[in-house]
């Protein structure tokens, strides 16, 4: 189980200098919560990059990677080589992982230097959810509208990236690269049998059946003894070839024969050229809008962009692209429309080049059959000179052209030049008809009888069928195997994409029941229950791949959440849904960064994050980071245990100057210490009072004049009558309503320093008064306190009494003065 | 690093004796290096062919 003692900058992000954020207490080894406040700019979000970047296996920082800053953009701008690192000393109960450095290499960026490999191993094995939580990250999975989106976020927060990555590698890449392997198997089957009935003639077809029938023919005429089965005809062919050489046909005629034979089975037809036409035509088209085909290229940027917007929640944007003003949804769904388009466009492109890379298998296939029937006529032409193949030589050159078109870009080319044209090949086949025809005169002048020449012409069609079938039996039998072993991979590859779904199922299904819980807590004042996160298992291309939210909103199931649920409920959904994974799945890792969380919820839940944290992880280290002074403030006194600093200051030379935090009645009386500092102790203290005068009149449902705009806030007078007031009428004569009275005297001493000050000057006031009022003021604050809860006291209405939350603390009402 | 739950889905893949083992080696090989998917299927491939070679020697 790990914790943090201590997390060490230097040379990193906003830190030159080493920064220490030490969780331990002082003489103490154990390591404790903490929650460090520092305005922005101040160096909070250096801690978590660096804490990100020491916990990546892959030595990244996510959201720098998103605004395209990669590993450079790591180091302070002015650190040296070997002065950047982030350094973390871990408690360990096993006692394996002590003090580990993860160092930033100047020369290899993305291979930083580390300590002990073996243990950031154990580091990175201690947690599946990555224990730091930023609130763009909640911002961006509320908004991260559509169920492969959300899926994808929730991968990264369960940590099943990799899975979800091997999944589609599995079904979008693999699988159909492989059926592509076993169509071209099928086309070669196809192109022998083509050649095999070219060789019987026409009404044949490329079965055994058709076979037997067409050679039983020949062996009939020639009366040699029929075949019961195709295994028979190598033994026919033999006795063919004994009565030919019985009738004394000659060698030159077997030789004339077999080119005959040959150039009978092929013949160029219009396929290669009309897939090239086919090719072109669909080029043109698809790069007729050039403009928007290369906006192809601007995927990423519309990605990123989205990605800000996500992350924005101001109602009105500008596009993060052009800079033009925009309404912030509309933007959004303008860029998520243009992104769908250009994704279409995107696999329209990838089809055309898988096209693209098939026509140029069919110009392979078409060179070698050229290159075969020149062989042939080369043959031919040893023994009749005179035979012509001036077209298919041009042919032949055509194509290694065409062939050589395939080079390049051929998107930016635009199209397949070729100087193949359908008219060629009418001239192709009358050149081979004009050769069969001299073959058939030279076969003639040799004065043959037509029997011996019929016998010739037949034993050589036998022998060629008979090796064009061996041919087709072990194309198919390449094909055959290919799909069985093919079979046995997807098999393979299904059974592991079932086995990742069913992991990820029981996954959600374990975490639905803690995200409801933890939603409860959260929202308690929302009738929202059976929170269930369901894999969407039969949705097109994402199915297996996407994810929705369903739950019972005021008895109505509802799917997908956040169609129904606001902003804020939404955002409390994220928040559950992160820590639900937390708690499920990072037994080993008992630490959880917290960066401005709170800020993604309303001021009234607020307090909700911090009922989680200590109802259901009192056995978590948090470290929390706000800029918000009040929050800080409230944490300090909720949880008097941890540990609280603040960042004074920042600048670019040194890094962030960090200090503990003092309550504000310490801060107040450091400052009365110091004559010259009394007018800082009075400003102190007005503000606090004024905070928690706000947090009492809303704790305790004191009255106070509603206002139209957010400049007016109530003065702290009006607060303190509100405050009376309510506490005169529940709880009448009890102490605590003069306590009220007599912090109230001190109210004109300190509204010079309330956030409204009125016109009396401050420098009137002594340190005297501003003792006593924060002596006044702290009687009383004490006496609304729950050192138990750590709260202030609150208004029950079903009980129509004033108590804190565990009861401790109560203002009983009392009708006489005593 | 390749990610520990396809290792363990794999490896228990294996364990059920139903799956080739070959196409298991290249899938552990294609997560422990993250090899992309062009690249795995070329390697079944040239598995698949190298099977059919082997397959037709040892007919003849």
């Given at each position: 189980m790990l914790k943090v003692k201590k997390i060490t900058l230097s040379g990193f992000r906003g830190m030159l200098k080493p920064q220490e954020l030490t969780l331990t207490r002082k003489g103490e080894n154990s390591p404790s919560s903490l929650v460090l406040y520092g305005l922005n700019s101040s160096g909070k979000t250096s801690f978590v990059d660096g804490i990100e970047w020491f916990l990546s296996p892959n030595n990244e920082i996510e959201w720098l990677k998103r605004e395209d800053a990669r590993e450079r953009a790591y180091p302070h701008q002015e650190a040296q080589d070997g002065d950047s690192f982030v350094e973390i000393d871990f408690a360990d109960d096993k006692k394996e992982i002590g003090v580990l450095r993860k160092s930033f290499n100047q020369k290899k960026v993305t291979q930083p230097g580390l300590s002990s490999e073996t243990d950031f191993e154990k580091v990175y094995q201690s947690f599946v959810i990555r224990p730091y939580l930023r609130y763009l990250e909640v911002i961006d999975f509320v908004y991260n509208r559509t169920g492969l989106e959300k899926y994808q976020k929730l991968a990264g927060w369960m940590g099943f990236e990799n899975e979800l990555s091997f999944q589609e590698k599995i079904a979008l890449d693999i699988l159909p690269e492989l059926k592509r392997k076993e169509k071209n198997l099928t086309d070669n089957v196809a192109l022998f049998e083509r050649q095999l009935v070219q060789l019987m003639g026409a009404g044949k077809f490329a079965d055994e059946a058709s076979i037997l029938e067409f050679c039983n023919a020949i062996f009939t005429k020639h009366k040699v003894n029929l075949s019961s089965s195709i295994k028979d005809i190598p033994s026919r062919l033999e006795e063919l070839n004994k009565l030919k050489s019985a009738a004394g046909v000659a060698v030159k005629v077997s030789k004339l024969t077999e080119v005959e034979v040959s150039l009978t089975q092929v013949s160029v037809d219009d396929v290669l050229i009309n897939a090239v036409d086919k090719l072109n035509e669909t080029l043109t088209r698809f790069l007729k809008d050039k403009a928007l085909v290369q906006k192809i290229d601007v995927i990423d940027v519309y990605t990123q962009a989205l990605d800000i917007l996500n992350r924005n929640t101001d109602a009105k944007t500008s596009c993060p692209v052009c800079g033009t003003s925009w309404d912030r949804g509309k933007l959004q769904e303008h860029i998520k429309e243009e992104l769908t388009l250009l994704e279409k466009i995107k696999q329209e492109k990838e089809e055309i080049a898988r096209t693209i890379t098939s026509t140029k298998s069919l110009v392979r296939r078409e060179q070698e059959m050229v290159k075969q029937i020149i062989w042939k006529y080369e043959e031919g032409q040893k023994i009749l000179p005179n035979i012509s193949y001036e077209k298919l030589q041009e042919y032949q050159t055509a194509l290694a052209a065409l062939d050589g078109?395939?080079?390049?870009?051929i998107f930016e080319k635009g199209r397949i030049s070729s100087s193949l044209s359908l008219d060629d090949i009418p001239k192709i086949n009358t050149e081979k008809d004009a050769a069969l025809a001299a073959i058939g005169v030279e076969k003639a002048k040799l004065q043959l009888s037509k029997d011996a020449l019929s016998l010739s012409s037949d034993t050589e069609k036998i022998a060629q069928i008979k090796d064009k079938w061996k041919e087709i039996l072990e194309a198919k039998s390449e094909l055959a195997f290919f799909t069985a072993e093919y079979s046995k991979f997807a098999g393979l590859g299904n059974a592991l994409v079932k086995l990742i779904q069913e992991n990820i199922k029981s996954r959600f299904g374990e975490m639905s029941a803690q995200i409801g819980k933890y939603f409860g807590i959260l929202r308690s004042d929302k009738d929202i229950k059976d929170i269930e996160i369901l894999l969407?298992?039969?949705?097109?291309?994402a199915a297996g791949r996407s994810a929705e939210i369903q739950l019972n909103y005021y008895d109505i199931t509802v799917k997908p959440a956040y169609k129904v649920l606001s902003e804020s409920l939404l955002n409390s959904l994220g928040l559950a849904v992160y820590f639900a994974c937390v708690r499920q799945f990072n037994e080993d890792c008992k630490f959880v960064v917290l960066d401005d969380i709170m800020n993604s919820l309303d001021i009234d839940n607020r307090d909700t994050v911090l009922d989680l944290v200590e109802q259901e992880f009192s056995d978590y280290q948090f470290i929390l980071l706000t800029h918000d002074f009040y929050w800080f403030q409230k944490i300090m006194r909720r949880f008097p245990n941890w540990i609280s600093k603040k960042i004074k200051g920042w600048d670019y030379k040194t890094g962030s100057k960090i200090d503990f935090a003092q309550t504000s009645k310490e801060e107040i009386e450091e400052l009365l210490s110091d004559a010259t500092t009394v007018e800082d102790a009075g400003f102190k203290l007005g503000r606090h009072i004024e905070g928690i005068l706000n947090e009492l009149c809303e704790n305790l449902w004191a009255e106070i004049r509603y206002r139209y705009t957010k400049n007016d806030p109530p003065a702290m007078e009006e607060l303190f009558d509100a405050l009376y007031k309510r506490l005169k009428s529940k709880v009448n004569q009890n102490p605590i309503v003069e306590k009220v009275e007599n912090a109230k005297k001190y109210e004109p001493v300190l509204r010079n320093f309330t956030a409204h000050a009125r016109s009396n000057s401050a420098s009137t006031v002594s340190p005297t008064e501003v003792k006593r009022a924060m002596e006044e003021w702290f009687i009383l604050e004490e006496d609304l306190w729950c050192p138990d809860c750590n709260r202030y006291v609150e208004y029950h209405r079903s009980k129509d009494a004033i108590e804190c939350k565990c009861g401790k603390k109560k203002l009983e009402k009392v009708s006489t003065k005593t | 690093m390749g990610s520990k739950i396809i290792k363990e889905h794999l490896e228990a893949l294996d364990a059920e004796k139903k799956y080739d083992k070959e196409f298991i080696r290249i899938l552990q090989g294609a997560n422990e290096q993250n090899l992309d998917g062009e690249s795995v299927a070329e390697e079944v491939i040239k598995a698949i062919n190298a099977r059919y070679v082997k397959s037709q020697k040892d007919n003849s």
């Open positions: 078109e395939f080079g390049g870009n969407n298992e039969a949705k097109g291309k | -």
